[in-house]
Every structure is written in C-alpha cells, then in structure tokens.
Nanobody, 118 residues
Framework: QVQLVESGGGLVQPGGSLRLSCAAS????????MGWYRQAPGNERDLVATITPGGYTNYAASVKGRFNIARDNAKKMVTLQMNSLQLEDTAVYYC????????????WGQGTQVTVSS
C-alpha cells in the first residue's frame, strides 16, 4: 500500500515563498511521473506542475517562472518551490504519482493548505 505524505503548506503574505514536499512510502516503480495539483474552493482540481522520470517539466501558465518542481527518485520524493506567491495561489495542493504502463497506478496525497493573504 502506497501512501503519499505532504508537508510544507501554510500561511504566507503575497510575494512570499513556500516549499512543499511529498514523500512516498511503499513501492514506486519506474517510470513514474510526479506532479502537483491544486484545488481552490468552488473550483476543479487543476494541474500545477509535473516532472517525468527524465526530468522533463510542465507547468501551468499561471505559475511558470515562479514555481519550480523537482524530484529525488532515491527518496521517492517530489518538491514544489513556490516563489512570488499571489492571492490566486491560495488552494489545497495535492501531490500525485502516476504510472501509465505495465502496472498502472495513480496515487494522491491528502492535500496541504496554502493560503496567501496579507
């Protein structure tokens, strides 16, 4: 049984920074794409950023240039460095590990709240 445990959310002022981390317990197979999604109240869950096993990254247009996703395969961990945070970044952030070949899976973390407020 795989669990994803997130940490690093909190309250920050506009322009501030936060770093989210997500670590997996259990067996994670290669290749696994790791990512972050977010859901604001009344909205659907949207992609924030993903990173492939080869390190290819994809970002939502709204966070490009401000957020940076990274992965550590040995630690089964993905991080999201968030800089220049804006009010619109307020949401619950979820990490995701997914594999689309062979033994397929789609694991989600429990979510961590990020609130940007003055």
């Amino acid at each position: 049984q795989v669990q994803l445990v997130e940490s690093g959310g909190g309250l920050v002022q506009p322009g501030g920074s936060l770093r989210l981390s997500c670590a997996a317990s259990g067996s994670i197979l290669s290749p696994t794409t790791m990512g972050w999604y977010r859901q604001a109240p009344g909205n659907e869950r949207d992609l924030v950023a993903t990173i492939t096993p080869g390190g290819y990254t994809n970002y939502a247009a709204s966070v490009k240039g401000r957020f940076n996703i990274a992965r550590d395969n040995a630690k089964k961990m993905v991080t999201l460095q968030m800089n220049s945070l804006q009010l619109e970044d307020t949401a619950v952030y979820y990490c995701n590990f997914q594999r689309r070949i062979g033994t397929q899976y789609d694991y989600w973390g429990q979510g961590t709240q990020v609130t940007v407020s003055s």
